[in-house]
């Protein structure tokens, strides 16, 4: 508990730090150039809100979903080339960290001049990990030798009584090297009371030993052998008295010159012993996922001066050593259980619960990907109520891999008794894959100026089960919300933070202000599938926003991002505001008359335009009655100039599903003016929104759209959605074919028969199936056509021929419409005779 104060003492004392750090630290998040929005750094993605510690950005600017890895060296990471483990020893401690850098090469040597009880290195791996196997390897045959004895213990970082806070270690391996092996594997086993089908130890840090050496006495060599060796690797002399009955005693250098020549024996030349560890390797059972993030998500709690995470951080923060007693769940209030945010959803298996002693009777785990039922709850898998009468200290629930984002532990009361408790150490989640979800979202590009945003066009790839998904949106204000804090970051209402003492020795804290849209923002945009689609929020506007979303079903296939762009010109006109009237009352396929307010507002070098095309989100043709211009105030009271009809120098005509186009004799590149379309049409949909998009015969391709808004004071919508009851309505309707009997000889009369259908309902891009078929049901005509609005009035025509334009024999005829829902909906398929005659 001790450490545990500690370790919150010094987190409370650094937070101003981390805080003041984050305010001088100002990450734009893009690039704004003058014909696009450049995404494409580090510092670019850094900049975007994400869930912390679910992403990974490369240097040169790749963002990938983290990867979750099983089986994993907690020592070195070979995928992002870093040592994940501190090192320490008494001796030659400035290459100690070579012994875990992943090569071979590179070794730690002991100071042969220190005593032996200085040889000794310990690696802290920083957290607690479920280790199963330790792997030593010293350098090789050419570069070094391998230590002669040594011992490889390790340590849950759990402290015995009465040791002042020292570690206690456990032996796992006692090795006498006399053969002079180089690598040695030792398999961990628990160290503390588990159930029998728990493996691997819980192992904080490793020590390795060295109990003996050979010295100056590693391996014998000639005399020139031992005159080419580094002064460093000369090591003893040996010379020997030889007895006349050939046995040899060791004498010192000075009593072998003394001695007659023949009782001078041999001389022993060696080569002194190099200790030299290469390598050592801990390999786990996984990467507990619960202290990476919570750890990263504690970083950004104190950057935000907040500090609600410290009542379960005993449980989170990675180590054994640190622990409290549970409380016991409430079930009436639904509180005391311990649970925990991932950030995002990860590909796990397993979850692991680490005692140091008295370890709760009963308890329960549950899991959730984060989805939500009706009324906005979490849908919990829930395990089965856990009795741990043996009191293992580490306990787990398994289940087969699956997302998970949430996780809850919950001590049940088992004996009523007050005596009764639970200590808990550590809560730990494994498994394997790429966290399966990111939604990434840029600051808000602020533009300068209005601009048309034209394409989207970005680097990146997603293998198959995998998508890379953008969104836009796009304002022209940002609305500031306040947040108010507690003294230890508490969020709460204004009125309790008013009611904060404020004085100059505990001021009240400030409030927090958030950038939020505003409420003329528009919804995120349709997916953009392609690179290099067109651009598909409202524009020209002053800020935009862009939304990446990296999603993956398959756990080890991973999409991935580089960069980004947002395409923009200058628009036609900085803006054009659109309202409609009526915007309600209308009954749905029926003809009613609209009007179309329409304002451009001019600025500076703006081309204008000189073409106008109107349309609804329904395939429904609109029948213009008249089109007016003028003042806002003769328009309000119904009078302006009249364009069309009477004006033989507006031209209109057709466009594709139902769209009608006004192109004027020239370009209108400025003036104050309202423009009042009214037309006749039909709506389908329960909201149908109809627009006005300007173009200009100098600048073909380039289109840009009413937004809603005070077109005029002739109205008060501010709206260009049309709102109607379509309760009782069948999606598909009014299905008929005419004529039903039909003679395609080529005379002109009746060579055709045209099937007609209204559909309701459908918002979305629709194939429509439309079959002929004959009496045995086998199709000979496919009619089938692919709509950008679906909803409205259709006709297809049929001229008795089949898919190869052969003339079919007369007979009766099928003909199916239909087409398919998400939520397969009743009534989405009809059919009809048609009489095929010569």
């Known amino acids: 508990m001790k450490q545990s104060l500690t370790t919150i003492f010094i987190f409370l004392l650094l937070a101003p730090l981390y805080a003041q750090q984050e305010e001088e630290e100002t990450l734009s998040g893009f690039e704004l150039l003058s014909d696009r929005v450049l995404v494409e750094t580090f510092d670019h993605w850094r900049g975007w809100d994400a869930p912390t510690g679910a992403r990974l950005i490369q240097a040169d600017g790749t ?103 020292q570690a206690i270690f456990s ?118 996922i619960i202290s990476i993030t919570q750890a990263e998500q504690e970083r950004e709690a104190l950057q935000l001066g907040r500090y609600d995470f410290l009542l379960f951080r005993a449980f989170t923060d990675g180590l054994f050593s640190t622990n409290k007693n549970m409380l016991f769940y409430d079930a009436v209030q639904d509180e005391n259980q311990v649970e925990i945010d991932l950030g995002a959803k990860y590909w796990l298996d397993r979850v692991k619960l680490l005692s140091p002693s008295s370890p709760p009777f009963a308890y329960q785990v549950r899991i959730s990907d984060g989805s939500v039922d009706p009324s906005g709850s979490f849908v919990w898998t829930n395990f089965d109520e856990r009795r741990n009468l043996e009191r293992f200290l580490h306990v787990e629930e398994t289940f087969p891999r699956q997302e998970v984002r949430y996780i809850e532990v919950r001590q049940l009361e088992f004996s009523g008794s007050r005596f009764e408790k639970g200590k808990l150490s550590e809560i730990q989640a494994y498994g394997e894959g790429y966290v399966s979800e990111i939604t990434m979202e840029s600051p808000f590009i602020e533009l300068g100026r209005p601009r048309l945003f034209t394409h989207v066009t970005w680097d990146g790839e997603a293998p198959p089960n995998t998508r890379v998904e953008i969104r836009t949106r796009t304002g022209e204000r940002v609305t500031l ?104 009352g209308v009954e749905p396929g029926e003809d009613h008359d609209f009007t179309l307010y329409m304002r451009p507002v001019f600025g500076l070098g703006n081309p204008g335009f000189d073409r106008v095309a109107l349309r609804s989100t329904s395939a429904a043709p609109l029948e213009l ?58 709506v389908f949909l329960q909201s149908t929104q109809f627009k006005a998009r300007l173009e200009s015969s100098l600048q073909p391709g380039l289109s840009q759209e009413t937004i809603s808004g005070n077109a005029s004071n002739a109205v008060a919508t501010q709206s260009l959605v049309v709102v109607s009851q379509l309760k009782g309505t069948n999606l598909l309707e009014n299905v008929e074919l005419t004529p039903s009997v039909f003679t395609p000889n080529g005379d002109g009369v009746n060579d055709q028969t045209k099937i007609l259908v209204d559909i309701f309902h459908l918002e979305r891009p629709k194939t429509l199936d ?52 998400d939520s397969d909906a009743p009534g989405t398929a009809v059919s009809r005779l048609v009489h095929l005659v010569y």
Do not use: C
């Not at 192109?663 to 037309?679: H, L, S, V």
């Open 63 to 165: 963002v990938t979903p983290r990867l979750l890895r099983s089986h994993v060296n907690a020592v070195f990471s070979a995928e992002n080339d870093s040592v994940l483990a501190r090192v320490t020893t008494p001796t030659n401690f400035q290459d100690a960290e070579l012994v875990v850098d992943g090569d071979d090469r590179t070794y730690w040597e002991p100071d042969p001049n220190t005593d032996l009880d200085s040889w000794t290195i310990d690696i802290d791996l920083g957290r607690t990990l479920i280790a199963e196997r330790i792997v030593v390897r010293f350098a090789a045959e050419s570069e070094g030798d391998p230590f002669l004895k040594f011992r490889v213990l390790t340590t849950d970082g759990l402290a015995a009584f009465g040791r002042n806070n």
């Open 171 to 288: 032996r796992i391996g006692l090795i006498d090297n006399l053969s002079g092996q180089r690598e040695f594997a030792f398999d961990l086993v628990p160290q503390r009371k588990v159930d029998e089908d728990i493996e691997g130890a819980i192992v904080q840090t490793v020590r390795i030993d060295v109990l003996d050496t050979h010295g100056p006495r590693a391996a014998e060599v000639s005399a020139d052998e031992y005159q080419l060796l580094s002064g460093a690797d000369r090591g003893a002399i040996d010379y020997f008295l030889q007895t006349t009955r050939g046995r040899e005693i060791a004498v010192s250098k000075a009593t072998y010159a003394d001695l007659p020549v023949e009782e001078q024996g041999p001389v022993r030349y060696y080569r002194r012993e190099r200790p030299r560890l290469a390598e050592v390797e801990v390999f786990t059972i996984g990467e507990n």
């Open 481 to 584: 919300l306040p947040h108010y804090f507690t003294m230890n970051g508490r969020e709460i209402s204004e009125d309790l933070w008013r009611r904060l003492p404020d004085t100059d020795q505990t001021p009240r804290p400030p409030p927090v202000w958030e950038e939020i849209t505003g409420p003329d923002w528009s919804n995120w945009s349709a997916i953009y599938t392609t690179s290099g689609d067109a651009f598909r929020s409202p524009a020209p506007r002053q800020l935009a926003k862009i939304q990446v979303r990296l999603l993956s079903r398959e756990p080890l296939q991973r999409p991935w991002i580089r960069s980004l762009r947002l395409h923009f010109v200058p628009p036609l006109v900085d803006t054009v505001f659109g309202e409609i009237s009526p915007v309600g």
């Open 625 to 682: 009655l008249s089109v007016q211009v003028g003042q806002d105030a003769a328009i309000s009271l119904g009078g302006g100039k009249q364009l069309w009809p009477g004006n033989g120098d507006l031209q209109i005509s057709a466009g594709e599903e139902g769209e009608v186009v006004l192109d004027f004799p020239q370009a209108i590149t400025g003036g104050n003016q309202i423009y009042a379309f009214r037309f006749r049409t039909k």
């Open 770 to 821: 439309i079959e002929v078929l004959d009496l045995s049901s086998h199709r000979v005509r496919n009619l089938s056509v692919q709509r950008s609005f679906p909803s409205g009035e259709h006709e297809f025509s049929w001229d008795g021929r089949d898919d190869l334009g052969q003339a079919l024999p007369p007979g009766i005829y099928l003909v199916r419409v239909h087409f398919s829902t």
